[in-house]
């Protein structure tokens, strides 16, 4: 058996102190606060949503598929 020199707590702090663990804080999620990133965020989202709704009519047709149906 393996016998280390260090506590329970010593090794979870550790464990997380490994280089390139953490994502670097540019590459995260921020949250939009000014008025014009919220609008250019809200663009952005209803573009996305406006294309998928586009490709997947455009799908539904090629399948034959109908709102009545």
């Known amino acids: 058996m ?3 020199n260090m506590s329970r707590s010593q090794f979870e ?5 490994v280089p390139g663990f953490w994502p670097d804080p540019d ?3 921020k949250i939009p606060k000014e008025p014009y ?3 250019a965020e809200l663009a952005r989202i209803n573009a996305a949503k406006a294309e998928k709704r586009r490709r997947l009519e455009q799908k539904a047709a090629e ?3 109908t709102e009545e149906n």
């Open 63 to 65: 399948l034959g598929i």
């Open 27 to 29: 590459t995260l999620n």
């Open 37 to 39: 990133e919220i609008q």
């Open 13 to 17: 702090l550790a464990k997380y102190n």
């Open 2 to 4: 393996f016998k280390f």
